[in-house]
């Protein structure tokens, strides 16, 4: 039986508001070593992709203004914990896109739990899997403060 996503991935995705700037992407894609990020909204849902390609098409513009949602691609790819990883692999091929969103789907939730990228399809190829480095499942600032938002984009008061 072929692995499935959940037997491989490692769990942690770095992610950026939808409201993030340029200079904030360009950031975080740095500091954490990653070649995309997941967008995810208020709720905490993944809502579309911005990778480094994406980024650089606002080189020259004004990028503190410009937003996480002007640059992603919202035909977002996921797939869940049970599908195998040579689905996931020919679902990459077909569309020729390099990575997946891996997310639960409790009720109308699509919480990003993990990304599956074609290098990480070269390392299972190549036997070495493995824990990723600190760098790449740290989250962002962005999501520890939606984290601490209520629902009405107010900090939370319980919150210490």
């Known amino acids: 039986m072929d692995q499935t996503i959940k037997d491989v991935m490692q769990r942690g995705v770095v992610t950026c508001c939808v409201d993030a700037n340029a200079v904030d992407i360009a950031v975080i894609m ?9 967008v995810i909204d208020e ?3 993944a809502c579309g992709v911005v990778s ?8 020259g513009k004004d990028l503190s203004s410009t937003r996480a949602e002007d640059l992603m691609s919202p035909a977002i790819w996921t797939v869940s914990l049970d599908t195998s990883v040579y689905e996931a692999v020919q679902l990459m091929l077909q569309h020729r896109i390099h990575q997946l969103v891996i997310v639960t789907q409790a009720k109308a939730h ?3 739990v993990a990304i599956f990228t074609s290098g990480d399809a070269v390392a299972l ?5 493995g824990p990723r480095s600190e ?15 209520d629902g009405r984009g107010e900090p939370d008061k319980s919150d210490p």
Request: one cysteine or more; hydrophobic letters at 35%; charged letters at 30%.
């Open 52 to 59: 480094k390609t994406d980024l650089i098409r606002s080189y």
């Open 110 to 112: 699509r919480r990003p």
């Open 30 to 38: 740095l500091d954490n070593d990653v070649s995309a990020l997941v």
């Open 135 to 149: 760098a790449q499942i740290r989250c962002s600032e962005c999501l520890r403060k939606l984290i601490s938002i």
């Open 125 to 129: 190829m190549a036997g070495k899997t």
């Open 43 to 45: 709720s905490l849902n």
